[in-house]
Structure formats: C-alpha cells, structure tokens
C-alpha cells in the first residue's frame, strides 16, 4: 500500500512537470534560429534536465528509504535547472532575434547565478546526505559545505557582473574571483582530505564508487566555471561562453544525479540480499 501511493505520487509529480512544460513551451514568444548554436545548447539542456527530472522521480520508489531524500535532492536540481534554462534559453533567443544581422544574444547571467545559488548548495548537500544516509555524518559538515558554496557563488556572481553593479570597482573583479576561487577549493579539501573522505571510508563498495565520482565530477567538472570566466574576461564575446556553461551544467547536474543513484540502487540491493 505505501509503495502504491509512493508511485502515485512520483505520477502525480511528473503530470504536473508536464503541465508545466506545456505551459512554458505555449508561453514562449522565441523561435530557435538553426544557425545559433548558443540557442541550440540552450534547448538540448533544457530538454535534458526535464528527462532527468522524471528519471529521478521515478526511481526514488525503487530505492530504500533512507536514500529517498537523496534522490529527491537530485530531482530537486535538475529541475530548478530545468525551470531557469526555460527562461534563459527565452533570454537568449528574444535578444539574438531583437539583434538582427548583428546576430548577438544577450547572455543571461543574473538567471544563470539565480539557478546555480539554488541548485549547487543542493548538489554540494548531497555529500551530506549521502553520508547521512549510512549513519556516519555530522550537521557541522553540512553547514561547512552549505556555507562554501555560499561564499563561492556570491564573490563569483560580484566578480563577473561588476559591469551592471555601480559598488564593485573594476579593481574588485580578481580579488573576488580568488575568494571564490578559495571556497571552492575548500569544498574540494573538505571531500578529498577532510571529514567527508574519512566517513565514507566505511561505507559500502557502492557509495563509495559514488562518492568518488561525485568528488570528481566536483573537481573536474567544476572546473570548467572559473576557467569560463576567466575566458569571458577577454574580448572573444559571450558565445562560447554560454555553450561551455551549457553542457557543463548538464553534464554535472545530471551525472551527480545519476551517481547518487547508483549509490541508492546499489546499497538498496545490498541490503535486500542480506535478508
């Protein structure tokens, strides 16, 4: 009975996500020209996030208990990505078609940090809960995580729209982009080195397959942010920009997700096996 109304629910969820695209898709006012790339970008992760939205949903009824807040988390950041891409994606294209032969978008910078401020605290809280989800987690290391990510993305978003806020010198740009760039090494310390490694050390072989692709793709795949902006800084325009922002943000949303579902699955069969 319980997993039935679990299962209604997740259905209930992804009828209104649907209701939901409709409703973006019939109040949108932009068309996709096929020679703009950025917009192309724009629309692949648009759709990517919705699917992976609907994938997570569904599978949180096929994990244990303890993992189901973790697999809403992951639902949780794709789809506060999917939301503001449907927007940004809008964003860009009405600026691109307003440009004429200029063929220049506006790139949706106070969108993009809007999203990440919701969604990149959401995928650094997985550590977390993950950890939490195997009994071997402290709140203290939420709260250093949480705060990290904080710090990371407000001296981030300072640094790159200086332009359009009249209180940030041009001076401040660098000092901020390395306050930023501090925080984010920080959380790189804090899973690699610090209390997050020595936990998930007693976990199982699942987790910690996991853990490690979450920490990578933290590393790696977050690596791609501060090199973005250090490109943006020049004079090559905002194009590339946003394709690299794109597919970044795609891929590490949707590949975070799927590690902490492999991890669930993977522990959740496990345990089944056991009794």
């Known amino acids: 009975m319980k997993n039935l109304i679990s299962k209604q629910r997740s259905l209930l969820l992804t009828a209104l996500l649907t209701l939901l695209t409709f409703g973006t898709v019939s109040a ?76 220049i978008g506006d790139s949706p910078l106070v969108l993009r940090y809007i999203d990440w401020l919701i969604t990149v605290p959401l995928q650094v809280s997985e550590f977390y809960l993950i950890l939490a989800a195997i009994g071997v987690a402290s709140a203290a290391l939420f709260w250093r995580l949480f705060g990290a990510s904080i710090v990371m993305l407000v001296a981030g978003f300072l640094a790159e729209a200086n332009e359009s806020i009249d209180a940030i010198s041009d001076g401040m740009v660098w000092p901020l982009f390395i306050v930023g760039l501090l925080a984010w090494i920080y959380i790189i310390y804090e899973i690699w080195a610090g209390e997050a490694k020595e936990s998930v050390s007693d976990a199982s072989e699942g987790t910690q397959f996991a853990f490690k692709a979450m920490a990578l793709i933290l590393t790696v795949g977050w690596a791609i942010y501060p090199l973005g902006f250090v490109l943006g800084q020049g004079d090559g325009g905002t194009d590339n920009l946003n394709i690299l922002y794109n597919i970044a943000d795609v891929v590490n949303k949707t590949a975070f997700g799927m590690m902490v579902w492999y991890a669930a699955t993977m522990d959740t069969k496990a345990a089944a096996s056991e009794e």
């Open 28 to 103: 949108a006012t932009s068309t996709l020209d096929t020679t703009d790339m950025v917009g192309v970008s724009f629309w692949l992760a648009s759709a990517m996030m919705l699917a992976s939205t609907v994938f997570f949903i569904m599978e949180r009824n096929n994990v244990a208990d303890k993992w189901k807040t973790s697999m809403t988390v992951a639902a949780l950041v794709t789809g506060v990505a999917w939301y503001h891409y449907t927007y940004m994606r809008d964003h860009w294209a009405n600026s691109y078609a307003a440009s004429g032969t200029d063929q």
